[in-house]
């Protein structure tokens, strides 16, 4: 008998590397995600240190200084922000595309699995077809020496 052999293995191992690569790209966007926020946090401490440290200032270019500190880390958690939304857009997309070749890579499993089933289905079937010509066989043979 003849081995099992998937006619589409070739574009089930394609679809299979191509989940791969999908879940590759939203580790990396959950990671940059999480660069982005943890950058988020560090800026924002920063402001809020830098507003405890205001009651300390001492001359007018210490205040001076302060107040363009302040806004300097006002700019930059502004535009942290803007890149936070970015990166959870990056992560949706890129989860959205590892749902869908997850989805495309497991369809094209399930026919490899109910073709395997239907092939040891025949091979059964082809077993048992065998028995059964065997059996008619004796049978027969059987049946002659009885009559002689």
Not at 36 to 52: F, G, H, T, Y
Not at 78 to 102: P, T
Not at 111 to 133: G, H, P, S, V
Request: glycine residues 2%; without cysteine; proline residues 0%.
């Amino acid at each position: 008998m003849k081995k099992f052999r998937f006619r589409l293995q070739r574009v089930l191992d394609y679809r299979k590397l191509v989940k791969d690569e999908r879940k590759r790209e939203l580790l990396l966007a959950n990671h940059k995600l999480r660069q982005v926020q943890k950058s988020l946090e560090d800026l924002q401490s920063a402001e809020q240190a830098n507003l405890l440290q205001q009651e300390q200032v001492i001359s007018a270019a210490q205040v001076y200084l302060k107040e363009r500190f302040a806004e300097r880390l006002q700019a930059m958690i502004v535009a942290q922000r803007l890149a936070l939304i970015e990166a959870e857009k990056l992560l949706d997309q890129a989860r959205d595309a590892y749902i869908e070749a997850a989805k495309d890579a497991q369809a094209l499993e399930t026919l490899r699995e109910r073709k395997l089933e239907e092939y040891k289905q025949y091979l059964l079937a082809e077993d048992q077809k065998f028995l059964d010509e065997l059996a008619t066989q004796k049978g027969n043979t059987f049946e002659g020496k009885n009559h002689v």
